[in-house]
């Protein structure tokens, strides 16, 4: 039983050695640990710290990131607006153009076919005044024959030109 009843020697070294080691420990060992321990509780508060940090700036990104969407969604919009209000604009312009091209075409045609019109009368009359002279022309052959419807002619020619001058 010697081994749990202790000796007073061997209790007085084992307390000379636990203090000896307590100073030593109090002297270097524990502010070496208290450092540590503390710089190892500022990086963890740096890192918290950080990660705050980081979670504003990721939270900041994504508004930011929501505003150009939308800012982006705007101007798209926009874009379509004007691209439709151009196109609109350029059909319409297309759809004048247009009617302005047939109604020349048409005003073209239309004086064209005038001017055919007026030459098939021309051309008309002048054929019937030529056949209406020849006809004439053998009616009074035939009735001039003899001189007395000559003298007539002649006669009421001339009573038409005295009736005309006055």
């Known amino acids: 039983m010697e081994l749990f009843t202790p000796d007073f020697g061997l209790v007085f070294w084992m307390f000379v050695s636990f203090g000896v080691l307590f100073v030593v ?11 540590g321990v503390s710089d190892r509780a500022d990086l963890i508060d740096k890192g918290v710290e950080y990660a705050q940090n980081a979670k504003q700036q990721l939270d900041k ?7 150009l969407m939308a ?7 926009e874009m379509l607006r004007e691209a439709d209000r151009m196109k609109t604009q ?13 109604q020349k075409e048409m005003d073209a045609a239309k004086v064209a076919i005038e001017q055919d019109r007026k030459r098939a ?28 419807a ?5 006669s009421s020619l ?8 006055s």
Not at 158 to 165: C, F, G, K, L, V
Request: aromatic residues 6%.
């Open 61 to 67: 990104a994504q508004e930011s990131a929501a505003e």
């Open 121 to 148: 009368q021309e051309q008309f009359k002048t054929e019937v005044s030529t056949f209406a002279l020849d006809i004439a022309q053998k009616v009074v052959r035939k009735q001039m024959e003899d001189q007395k």
């Open 90 to 102: 350029i059909i319409e312009e297309a759809r004048n153009a247009a009617k302005q091209e047939a």
């Open 150 to 154: 000559q003298q007539e002619l002649v």
């Open 158 to 165: 001339i009573d038409e030109m005295e009736t005309a001058q």
């Open 25 to 35: 420990l109090w002297r270097w060992g524990w502010p070496a640990i208290m450092k």
């Open 71 to 77: 800012d982006a969604a705007r101007r798209q919009a």
